[in-house]
């Protein structure tokens, strides 16, 4: 080793060996000892160049390393480390601690803002009101108060803007004027809402809330908080006529003294939205029966079947009494009815004895009552014959082929067909009855009808593929949703289709012939009227080879207008569900928001007639996202040809034709309703995207569904 080091090394260990107690000396001894074992060894190559004669002198091979190879060694005593109870309990004691301040610190907040939030003043600033709002002029065929000014057209600055807007009237609150409303641009037009019901209600979901499966609330929103987005009005009242020719709307409402006032409110454009109601099909007693259309119906439905279960359970009550007391009927074999009968016995057959005798259970019977072969009759032949199964091993009767005649209070008379062509009368007992057997016009939609001379359908009002009201001045009234339904009548338009050509080649429409190209021309004409009829257009070759019968290789008025009219046979209506009156809502919105953008040029132009729908849109053209069933732990799910069916349909495809927001409620949630609401709704999703999120929670597995619990 070098001497200088040693040197070094021993005068520094002789200078501190004197000083300290004998712990402190002797951790000193063996801090230096490790030292010159460490300094021998690093130095001892430099020993075996000297034996080979090598110059031996130590050279440091960089000034920093030599530098930072002396280390100063610590006076401290060593550490005492402790043991693994102490570290445990000190840090379950600085978890807690963080974990109390932070919560502290968050219910400080808390009232701090609700401190600063909450208003003491109750002093108000004069709001300005127009006189017309306050005392209407009459006027109009009944000589009725015209609100030409609503109270609130002066309560801000937004809202005075928009009263010289042209005035849009919104008829209903369901799925197609909530989409409409959705997709409106605010400040275009001066937007009033009249229902007789002040909430939008998710209709796809009834059945699941008439069993306790969901809350009532959670299927309805303020229709007040959707209006706000376009600053629009709402009146709590019910449409009853329809000036077309001075643009009034006659509306009807109960005051505070009970008494119906009526009067007119004026519009520029009027949509009707007001849905349909049950279709009696003229049987008798139907006033025994319940309905499942509103969310006062799904509340009497919870009443009911729980006072028959209550009343089931009286020692007083027989066992005849008890078993039609428990027998439960459903009139309509269609997917309300299937899927009301599935929650049904979903309940009895799972909830029923954790709060009930068990003897209830085995005299419980639940009977499906439909006039067709199938029930699910619109789905897919193979999806209806799995729910018959599914019932069939749920002991859920099916009875096909089966019409009511009456609906008694204690037991229901049908007919049905033995297979052999013969009726056997049969009637069967029952405590309860849910009639569902498809929709029909409501009043005010028979008045329309009776105005207008071209409405020839008993179930809906007629509009075109513009959703505008056939026989209304064009351009001024629509009709969406179940009221209404898309007349597809292309062979009546052949004319029409065909006034281009022939004005061209000068000759007479019903007396041209086209060939093949001129052809292709017309039937891009029929695409864009009709979308629906896209479909049945894809091979032009074949259709026109198939009608050009005489071989002459043209097509004459006569071989067209029957190809027109084999392909109106094909069209079907559109289906009465969510998702149609959804997609005509939001097209309906967008068209119009196109129409308010091409209004300043009009007037500058001073154009106000033609078909400016057609000119600034284009036609309704649906598209199905396909049919969903519930019935029970199970679904079925029928899209273009595409058949699922299965305990995971039920988990994973019960959203896919819902579009709105629901969720499922049991006694141990810890999150409210309205919080679970409010994040759905902040989610940067469309309504669609949200409604499978949404539902597909409200399918997750839940302890037990407790009827008894709901009022």
Same mark, same amino acid.
């Given at each position: 080793m070098n001497p200088k080091v040693l040197k070094t090394i021993s005068a520094f260990r002789t200078s501190l060996s004197s000083t300290g107690s004998p712990a402190v000396r002797a951790n000193r001894n063996l801090a230096f000892r490790t030292l010159s074992i460490a300094s021998v060894l690093r130095l001892q190559p430099q020993r075996s160049q000297s034996a080979l004669g090598l110059d031996t002198t130590y050279r440091p091979r960089c000034r920093h390393r030599s530098r930072s190879s002396i280390r100063p060694v610590s006076t401290n005593a060593l550490p005492h480390h402790r043991g693994?109870?102490?570290?445990?309990?000190?840090?379950?004691?600085?978890?807690?601690?963080?974990?109390?301040?932070?919560?502290?610190?968050?219910?400080?907040?808390?009232?701090?803002?609700?401190?600063?939030?909450?208003?003491?003043?109750?002093?108000?600033? %004069?709001i300005p009101v127009s $006189?017309?709002?306050?005392?209407?002029?009459?006027?109009?065929?009944?000589? !009725? #108060?015209? =609100?030409? &000014?609503?109270?609130?057209?002066?309560?801000?600055q937004e809202m005075q803007d928009q009263r010289d807007k042209p005035k849009l009237v919104i008829l209903g609150s369901g799925w197609g004027s909530v989409a409409l409303?959705?997709?409106?641009?605010?400040? %275009?037009?001066?937007?009033? $809402?009249?229902?007789?019901?002040?909430?939008?209600?998710?209709?796809?979901? !009834? #059945?699941? =809330?008439? &069993?306790?499966?969901?809350e009532l609330r959670s299927l309805v929103e303020p229709v007040r908080r959707i209006v706000q987005r376009v600053r629009g009005h709402f009146l709590k009242a019910e449409a009853e006529e329809i000036e077309f020719s001075e643009k009034l709307l006659e509306v009807s409402q109960v005051d505070s003294k009970g008494e119906r006032r009526h009067f007119y409110l004026p519009y520029d454009k009027l949509v009707i939205g007001v849905g349909s109601t049950s279709n009696p099909h003229g049987v008798k007693g139907l006033e025994n029966c319940h309905f499942l259309k509103s969310i006062d119906d799904a509340r009497l439905i919870q009443n009911a079947v729980l006072e028959n279960l209550e009343n089931a359970c009286l020692p007083?009550?027989?066992?005849?009494?008890?078993?039609?007391?428990?027998?439960?009927?459903?009139?309509?074999?269609?997917?309300?009815?299937?899927?009301?009968?599935?929650?049904?016995?979903?309940?009895?057959?799972?909830?029923?004895?954790?709060?009930?005798?068990?003897?209830?259970?085995?005299?419980?019977s639940v009977h499906v009552i439909q006039s067709r072969e199938h029930i699910l009759n619109t789905y897919d032949e193979a999806l209806s014959k799995y729910a018959e199964a599914k019932f069939a091993h749920d002991q859920v009767e099916v009875l096909t082929n089966s019409r009511v005649k009456e609906v008694r209070p204690d037991k229901i008379l049908f007919s049905q067909n033995d297979g052999n062509g013969e009726t056997v009368n049969k009637e069967l007992p029952m405590g309860f009855c849910l009639w569902s057997t498809g929709v029909?016009?409501?009043?005010?939609?028979?008045?329309?009808?009776?105005?207008?001379?071209?409405?020839?359908?008993?179930?809906?009002?007629?509009?075109?593929?513009?959703?505008?009201?056939?026989?209304?001045p064009l351009g001024t009234v629509y009709a969406i949703g179940d009221c209404s339904t898309v007349q597809n009548n292309i062979a009546d338009h052949l004319i029409h289709f065909l006034r281009g050509k022939a004005w061209e080649k000068g000759?007479?429409?019903?007396?041209?012939?086209?060939?093949?190209?001129?052809?292709?021309?017309?039937?891009?004409?029929?695409?864009?009227?009709?979308?629906?009829?896209?479909?049945?257009?894809?091979?032009?070759?074949?259709?026109?080879e198939q009608y050009d019968k005489d071989k002459?290789?043209?097509?004459?008025?006569?071989?067209?207008?029957?190809?027109?009219?084999?392909?109106?046979?094909?069209?079907?209506?559109?289906?009465?569900?969510?998702?149609?009156?959804?997609?005509?809502?939001?097209?309906?919105?967008?068209?119009?928001?196109?129409?308010?953008?091409?209004?300043?040029g009009m007037r500058a132009?001073?154009?106000?007639?033609?078909?400016?729908?057609?000119?600034?849109?284009?036609?309704?053209?649906?598209?199905?996202?396909?049919?969903?069933?519930?019935?029970?732990?199970?679904a079925v799910f029928d899209i273009n040809g595409m058949n699922f069916s299965g305990g995971l349909v039920a988990v994973y495809f019960d959203g896919l034709e819902q579009e709105g927001i629901v969720w499922k409620r049991s006694d141990e949630l810890l999150i409210d309703d309205t919080l679970y609401l409010e994040f759905i709704q902040s989610l940067q999703m469309s309504d669609y995207t949200k409604g499978v999120v949404a539902t597909i929670l409200s399918h997750a597995p839940c302890p037990y569904k407790n009827i008894a619990t709901h009022n």
């Open positions: 693994p109870v102490f570290r445990f309990i000190y840090r379950t004691l600085a978890y807690t601690g963080g974990f109390i301040l932070v919560s502290g610190g968050l219910v400080l907040a808390f009232f701090i803002y609700d401190a600063s939030t909450y208003r003491e003043d109750l002093t108000f600033s %004069d $006189v017309s709002a306050l005392s209407p002029k009459r006027g109009g065929p009944k000589n !009725l #108060p015209i =609100a030409d &000014v609503l109270v609130d057209d002066d309560d801000c409303l959705k997709t409106l641009n605010p400040a %275009d037009y001066h937007v009033t $809402v009249v229902s007789p019901v002040n909430y939008f209600l998710f209709t796809p979901m !009834l #059945p699941s =809330a008439t &069993v306790g499966t969901l007083t009550t027989s066992d005849e009494e008890r078993r039609r007391l428990l027998s439960f009927v459903v009139s309509g074999g269609g997917p309300t009815g299937v899927e009301f009968a599935a929650e049904l016995f979903d309940m009895l057959n799972e909830d029923l004895g954790r709060s009930f005798p068990k003897i209830l259970r085995n005299e419980i029909a016009q409501t009043d005010f939609c028979k008045r329309i009808a009776d105005k207008l001379d071209v409405q020839n359908n008993r179930h809906a009002l007629e509009t075109d593929t513009h959703l505008r009201l056939n026989g209304a000759d007479d429409p019903e007396k041209m012939e086209i060939a093949f190209n001129d052809w292709r021309s017309v039937a891009q004409r029929v695409k864009k009227r009709f979308p629906q009829a896209s479909d049945h257009l894809r091979r032009l070759d074949k259709l026109f002459s290789g043209t097509l004459d008025f006569a071989e067209l207008r029957e190809l027109l009219i084999q392909i109106d046979s094909k069209l079907t209506s559109l289906p009465a569900t969510a998702q149609r009156a959804h997609q005509q809502g939001q097209y309906l919105g967008r068209k119009l928001n196109k129409i308010a953008q091409a209004a300043p132009n001073e154009v106000d007639y033609g078909d400016l729908d057609d000119a600034v849109y284009k036609a309704f053209d649906y598209k199905h996202l396909g049919s969903l069933a519930y019935i029970g732990n199970a």
